[in-house]
């Protein structure tokens, strides 16, 4: 018997009947719970112990949301009424997770009797696994559909790699519109693969939408291909067009009603928020928009993703080309069904050539921004790699005469190879971030630790933290004792800096009191009636980035500093005149605790990419909590 023909390799690789039995019905709900499980036990480790990667997270997420939940946090520019350009309707969601999982979490003997003494910090670790939860759902959505739809392989590649790469490690648990975006980007892909019906517009048009309103406007460009997939066929274009136009007003106006009812219960003033974000950064004035926040070259994001991601992002880049030739080698004698799947399969993987085509055209340019398309990389590397297989396959087996064992065998080689190199590259850089990048959010426990255990709660209302050159680092309120407040000292960074929100009162005493205290009904009061700052202009707001002096204290006002020493000063002397001093050096500080810190500038590149514990090129400064001397 000669070896098979192409047609014959064609069926054996393609997409899979639909007709089910009960062995594939049990194979598929054992599979869907093996990839829940890794999926989830992976997400809910990078809630526990991934660094924060953006300031943004913090003072325009993290901290909005803190002043929500406990009546004190840091307001930054985009939250002034005269601009509004970030909704309150994403932030009091995720205000409500926190608060909701706070009592419910009471029930638990350690908390209800203080063994937890920082309820803020289980309420900021508790919001982070809620984050890691859904984007767990959402993936597995994906590798459902992958399964169903592609075929048992891609998906098994697919959960492979967005459970170990380091991009989904990063994005999964992080606070950001961006990360809120790829959820509901993935459950939309996910909802968009199979047979059309009357419904499907509706569940895409909804899911892409809260990605796009609720969480972040340009996602909405992503959605695209999903609607061109479904238009492209003649037969259907006209039926087709009507509902999908249908569908996307029906579900716009279903999401922006209550967004601008609940952002005007904040601001006190009519806005759609989601065409503020487009005015601001599409078609801003001379010396606004997101050009003066920084600009970064072409390949920037080629870099990025290639740190996050590895050889995946290789196969993902070359994934349209290998479905594409696949069809014209191996599947040139599908039937007209078939072609119709590929066809569909190649307008499902367009979205992530579309955002990078995008993004890369942008001068601004910020790792989180690729966060909607994370796992459709994951996704479209899978399809090509699998695709890459059965051609490889073929050729060795129609082409050179190879035995189907001994092709098999060699397809088994090429994916232990690259799934060898693609975990030991993504756990290496996985590992590199917390252990050379981890320092911050230590040292703030430290912080924490100390004053929790060594100062009466009366003294902490007049204790002041101050922080410099870090100020970037910081990482939320939630992480700081009740009565510590945020102080910025001059640094070499000139631009805006945020400011407390005006803390107002109630029945004699200050909101912040009033939610740290009580619980659910005393949130659930202070959310309805009490009075807010949200609606309130403050004062040194401006949308250029211009600083502003009132953001800063004197070194006197500080009762702790927390601040990085680089190894090229740490043995300077303390210069108070100089514009970041070295204030370990001077004889007002003592050091309480203090972490290595990974010193960019003076390791080499390939050493403080991956975590290599034999490599004796990495530098490293001390990450400092300092106290004044009494």
Aim: glycine share 6%; charged share 15%.
């Amino acid at each position: 018997m000669g070896p098979p023909n192409a047609g014959t390799m064609a069926k054996e690789h393609s997409v899979p009947s639909h007709q089910s039995s009960p062995s594939r019905k049990s194979e598929a709900f054992y599979g869907s719970c093996f990839a829940a499980l890794i999926l989830g036990v992976a997400r809910l480790l990078a809630a526990a112990f991934s660094n924060i990667s953006d300031c943004d997270e913090v003072f325009n997420y993290w901290e909005a949301t803190h002043y929500l939940s406990f009546g004190w946090g840091m307001q930054t520019w985009e939250y002034s009424p005269l601009y509004a350009i970030r909704s309150w309707t994403y932030i009091l969601i995720h205000s409500l997770v926190g608060r909701t999982l706070q009592y419910f979490v009471k029930i638990i003997p350690a908390v209800a009797t203080g063994v937890i003494k920082r309820p803020r910090h289980l309420v900021f670790y508790l919001t982070r696994a809620f984050l890691a939860t859904l984007s767990t759902a959402s993936e597995c959505a994906l590798y459902s559909a992958l399964r169903t739809h592609v075929s048992p392989d891609v998906a098994s590649y697919y959960i492979i790699i967005a459970t170990f790469s380091t991009g989904m490690y990063t994005a999964s648990a992080a606070y950001l519109p961006s990360s809120f975006a790829m959820y509901f980007f993935t459950f939309a892909l996910a909802r968009s693969f199979g047979r059309s019906t009357w419904s499907r517009p509706y569940y895409v048009a909804l899911l892409v939408g809260l990605a796009a309103l609720v969480g972040w406007p340009f996602s909405a460009a992503a959605g695209i291909p999903l609607v061109v997939g479904d238009l492209i066929l003649p037969s259907r274009r006209v039926r087709m067009f009507k509902r999908w136009a249908g569908a996307i007003l029906i579900c716009a106006l279903a999401i922006l009603v209550p967004m601008i009812i609940i952002d005007y219960y904040f601001y006190h003033r009519w806005t759609i928020v989601p065409l503020n974000i487009v005015l601001y950064n599409v078609f801003g004035e001379q010396g606004k928009g997101p050009e003066i926040f920084g600009t970064e070259p072409w390949w920037y994001y080629l870099l990025n993703l290639s740190l996050n991601f590895n050889v995946a992002l290789i196969l993902a880049i070359i994934s349209g080309p290998c479905v594409i030739i696949h069809r014209l080698t191996v599947g040139r004698t599908l039937d007209q069904d078939r072609r119709n799947d590929t066809l569909n399969l190649i307008m499902r993987m367009l979205p992530m050539y579309l955002w990078m085509l995008i993004l890369t055209l942008q001068p601004h340019k910020e790792e989180r921004f690729m966060f909607v398309i994370y796992p459709l990389i994951c996704m479209n590397a899978a399809i090509a790699l699998q695709h890459m297989l059965v051609m490889v396959e073929a050729a060795f087996t129609i082409g050179l005469g190879f035995r189907k064992a001994h092709s098999q065998r060699l397809r088994k080689v090429f994916v232990c190879t690259f799934f060898g190199l693609f975990l030991s590259v993504s756990l290496s850089r996985t590992v590199a971030l917390t252990a050379y990048y981890g320092a911050p959010m230590k040292v703030y426990q430290a912080l924490s630790d100390h004053l929790t255990t060594t100062e009466r709660p009366e003294v902490l209302v007049a204790t002041n933290l101050c922080i410099g050159k870090e100020w970037y680092r910081f990482p939320s309120h939630y992480l700081l004792p009740t009565g510590v407040r945020l102080r910025f000292l001059q640094s070499g960074f000139t631009g805006l800096l945020p400011k407390y929100y005006h803390e107002v009162h109630v029945s004699n005493s200050s909101l912040n009191n009033t939610l740290a205290t009580g619980g659910w009904e005393a949130y659930e009061t202070a959310l309805m009636k009490a009075p807010r700052a949200t609606d309130r202009v403050p004062s040194g707001m401006n949308d250029v980035n211009r600083g502003e002096m009132d953001r800063y204290v004197e070194e006197d006002a500080c009762d702790y500093i927390i601040d990085y020493i680089p190894p090229a000063v740490e043995h300077l002397p303390y210069d108070p005149h100089a514009r970041e001093p070295n204030y370990a050096s001077s004889p007002g500080w003592e050091a309480l605790y203090c972490d290595p810190f990974l010193d960019a500038s003076s390791t080499p590149l390939i050493s403080r990419m991956l975590f290599n514990p034999f490599d004796s090129n990495r530098r490293y400064g001390s990450y400092c909590l300092l106290r004044r001397r009494q």
